[in-house]
């Protein structure tokens, strides 16, 4: 059915044990996301982007512990799945595309070797069938002299061409979600677009979902269906792109649109926005509003329990104790 | 002599020997070819171009960090050459990429920031105190974080300490190679801005290479494109963001994604396999790519045709359209 969505999520909540105790790094996200759409995951280094999607593909460490009050993937509970049952999952229906394309190609074995294993790995086909897919997916990801590829190894390709190599590869399932971490940022901004293009291209073709973690506003905007913004472990912000992009609330959300120079809409050389100040730490225990010691908003409850505000319908979601993101003339400052 | 460029390249060629693969033949790669370029007092000139283009060749020669293979390099009128390096690095200081590497861990921060006053045996230990507390209120960190490490500092603090280190030998230019790229967009704000001021208050020159457009589009007084080593096309900002006339300054600009929702990623019409620099395309190296290429852009390399604020290589611009020449 249409509007159940491939993906739930509730409470996702991912501890690290680390020397001083434990770093909270993740508490408590909610999101969904349904067949064939793209949501976008900005935010701050560190805030917790690549542990959101490594522990939604099982691939935490062993000392990092994960929990949720709901994470199904199309009828399967992501962390109560067993190994096995996951190892089935990735592959052929979720593949991950991860930012350095070297971490994820095998250095020992041709671009073919590694392409055909992936599929032969999870659907019953024969190897020349696997191969001719190979060659048909590299050029697809606009690879030319496919066939002549696949005798190639991994070092012996240029990083965008790599790039390319790993989407092939994680498209060589069909797969029915794919969560891309920073596909393009090591790219020319040139290839960038190239890429991002294909990506969608052929997202809408296999009516695949996708979920994309970038620090880059410009490629939310243009690719993203919904957007989350992440900030210090939580979603901040939650909500359609248009509406994230035509009237952010979220203080962070605000302060992040405004530090971008915007061709064609800030003056040359005027001051940009800034968000002084520092990410707190997230180690021991965590209270209150992480962004108010960086928020003009700033007031004292938000030190308390902050609300869950939605907007729109029910469409935009905020974590902020002020209505709309703002603090009222009346109300004193933190 | 307010008009005489700062910093001038006539000509520079930078070639390294490369080897292909393990039993390969050492071969020439030209990473810099035969490029001038005047970078005139309190300008930024913005260097944008392809990974691989030359860029930070280009930047360590204008650092004296490599020795140009051909051609001269004038600071204020004088051949660099001439000068010893530690003369020319009172004058040019650079800003990497990246904050966490370019700092030594185990030094403090008043003893990353003092180094060069030390190097070139500047003033005292209460002058040169005086000199980092002074530098560091500049760029906006508190006296305080003197006895810290850089791993107690935030990406853009530390970004921060790199410039306070740059600038305490007041230079009159600073290259910047993609001093932003590494932080987060919240930071980069922070220090485009910084960046901006200091120019303002001791009228720095800027040479700032990076890849985000945008930021280049709003820091720059003057951009030039590189490709392949030749810088293509030269123009103020505003001609350059304005008018672009290279075909690969047009796929340049038109692959930038603004932040507005619902436009889509735009077909920047651009092949996507860079050349091989060993052996690069004859006449326009550009020509394999090009969407406007002529029959004769494969035969002919075109020459620089004056622009009304730069230059541009590209026989679209060339009366002959390169017959003539052919
Ligand atoms: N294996 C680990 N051990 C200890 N801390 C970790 C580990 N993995 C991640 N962290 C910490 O968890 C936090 C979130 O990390 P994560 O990699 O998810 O950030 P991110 O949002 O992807 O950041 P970036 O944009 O820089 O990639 C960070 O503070 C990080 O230092
Ligand atoms: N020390 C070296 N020895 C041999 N070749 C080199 C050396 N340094 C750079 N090159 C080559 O010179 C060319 C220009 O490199 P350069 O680092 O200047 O590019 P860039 O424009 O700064 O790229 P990026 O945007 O990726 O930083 C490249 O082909 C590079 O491989
Ligand atoms: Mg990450
Ligand atoms: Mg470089």
Redo the contacts between chains.
């Keep these: 059915m249409t509007d159940k969505p491939l993906l739930s999520v509730r409470g996702l909540t991912i501890d690290i044990p680390v020397a001083s105790g434990t770093l909270h790094a993740v508490r408590g996200i909610d999101f969904e996301l349904m067949k064939g759409e793209t949501l976008c995951i900005v935010g701050?280094?560190g805030s917790g982007k690549s542990l959101t999607s490594l522990a939604l593909m099982g691939l935490l460490g062993g000392r990092i512990s994960r929990r949720a009050s709901r994470a199904d993937f199309d009828g399967t509970d992501l962390i109560a799945a067993s190994n096995r049952q996951m190892r089935r999952l990735r592959g052929a229906r979720m593949a991950m595309i991860f930012q350095e394309p070297m971490t994820s190609l095998n250095p020992a074995y041709t671009i073919g070797d590694q392409l055909i294993e992936a599929l032969l790995l999870h659907k019953k086909v024969g190897r020349a069938a696997a191969r001719d897919r190979a060659v048909a997916l590299l050029e697809k990801v606009?690879i030319?002299s496919a066939a002549s590829r696949l005798g190639q190894y991994p070092h012996q390709l240029?990083?965008?061409l790599r790039q390319?190599v790993m989407i092939a590869m994680a498209l060589m399932c069909e797969p029915d979600l794919l969560i891309a971490d920073e596909p393009t940022t090591a790219?020319?901004?040139?290839?960038?677009?190239?890429i991002?293009?294909l990506l969608?291209d052929l997202q809408r073709e296999m009516n695949m979902a996708m979920i994309l973690i970038t620090?880059?506003?410009?490629?939310?905007?243009?690719?993203?269906d919904k957007v989350a913004v992440m900030y210090a472990g939580e979603l901040v912000e939650t909500g359609p792109?248009?509406d994230?992009?035509?009237a952010p609330t979220h203080p962070y959300t605000r302060?992040?649109?405004?530090?971008?120079?915007?061709?064609?809409k800030?003056a040359?050389?005027?001051?940009?926005?800034?968000?002084?100040g520092?990410?707190p730490s997230l180690v021991g225990e965590v209270t209150g509003c992480p962004f108010r010691t960086r928020c003009s908003e700033a007031v004292p409850a938000c030190r308390g329990e902050i609300p869950v505000r939605t907007r729109h319908a029910g469409r935009q979601r905020i974590l902020c104790v002020h209505e709309d993101g703002q603090r009222a003339a009346s109300e004193v400052p933190a | 002599m307010s008009d005489a460029p700062v910093l001038e390249l006539r000509n520079v060629t930078k070639t390294y020997t490369v080897k292909q693969g393990m039993f390969g033949e050492p071969k020439p790669l030209t990473a810099i070819n035969d490029v001038s370029l005047k970078l005139g007092r309190g300008e930024v000139l913005g260097l944008v171009g392809e990974s691989g283009c030359g860029k930070s060749t280009l930047a360590k020669v204008l650092l004296g960090l490599e020795a140009p293979s051909s051609g001269e390099v004038l600071v204020d009128g004088e051949r660099l050459d001439g000068q010893d390096r530690r003369k020319l690095a009172r004058r040019i200081q650079p800003i990497f990429q990246d904050p966490y590497s370019s700092l030594n861990p185990r030094k403090s921060i008043a003893d990353i920031v003092s180094l060069p006053l030390r190097v070139h045996k500047v003033g005292d230990a209460a002058s040169r105190d005086r000199a980092v507390r002074e530098i560091l209120d500049i760029v906006g960190l508190p006296a305080r974080v003197m006895n810290t490490y850089p791993s107690q500092m935030s990406g853009g603090q530390r970004q921060r300490v790199a410039i306070a280190r740059a600038l305490i030998m007041k230079p009159e230019i600073v290259i910047c190679d993609e001093p932003t790229s590494a932080l987060d967009v919240s930071v980069q704000s922070q220090i485009l801005n910084l960046l901006g001021d200091l120019r303002q208050e001791f009228g720095l020159t800027y040479l700032f290479i990076s890849h985000n457009l945008a930021v280049v589009e709003h820091l720059a007084t003057r951009v030039a494109v590189m490709y392949l080593g030749r810088i293509v096309e030269e123009a103020s900002v505003g001609e350059l963001f304005d008018t672009p006339r290279h075909p690969y300054s047009v796929a340049l600009l038109s692959s930038v994604l603004t932040p507005e929702p619902g436009r889509g990623v735009p077909d920047t019409q651009l092949g996507a396999v860079f050349p091989n620099p060993i052996d690069p395309p004859s006449g326009c190296h550009f020509h394999p790519r090009c969407a406007r290429a002529m029959p004769h852009c494969a035969q002919v390399a075109p020459r620089p045709l004056p622009t009304p604020e730069g230059h541009v290589e590209c026989h679209l611009y060339d009366d002959s359209r390169g017959r003539a020449v052919a």
């Design positions: 701050e280094s606009g030319t240029s990083g965008g390319r790219l020319d901004v040139t290839i960038q677009a190239q991002l293009r969608v620090h880059d506003l410009g490629v939310v905007a243009r690719i993203a792109a248009a994230i992009f035509n302060g992040l649109i405004n530090c971008i120079p915007v061709p064609g800030t040359r050389g005027a001051k940009l926005g800034t968000i002084p520092i990410v």
